[in-house]
């Protein structure tokens, strides 16, 4: 069956970095436009990064730019994350998306920026 696990989340300081790894099976994962998403406490899942089937192509939230970075590596089924410089307003839980004809969620990993 499809599954989408993502795997990374913690609690960092400000001004460090994780990495989130979400780990994609039962569809073939090199068609599927992949994206990360996050959903803060009290507000809206909101989109941050996104990256094409073939890798060539990255967008991102404003409130992410410059810090992080979405890859993907489509021989390990994996889409990337790199979060750099964070800040605790990057607190929340980080769900990946798989998008083609049909929509994929994982079950999300937990991201808390405190000091």
């Known amino acids: 069956q499809v599954q989408l696990v993502e795997s990374g989340g913690g609690l960092v300081q400000p001004g460090g970095s994780l990495r989130l790894s979400c780990a994609a099976s039962?569809?073939?994962?090199?068609?599927?436009?992949m994206s990360w998403y996050r959903q803060a406490p009290g507000k809206e899942r909101a989109l941050v990064a996104t990256?094409?089937?073939?890798?060539?192509?990255?967008t991102y939230a404003d409130s992410v730019k410059g810090r992080f970075t979405i890859s993907r590596d489509n021989a390990k089924n994996t889409v990337y994350l790199q979060m750099n410089s964070l800040k605790p307003e990057d607190t929340a839980v980080y769900y990946c998306?798989?998008?083609?004809?049909?929509?994929?969620w994982g079950q999300g990993t937990q991201v808390t920026v405190s000091s």
């Open positions: 039962g569809f073939t994962f090199s068609n599927y436009i």
């Open positions: 998306r798989a998008l083609r004809r049909s929509v994929y």
């Open positions: 990256i094409t089937a073939s890798g060539g192509t990255t």
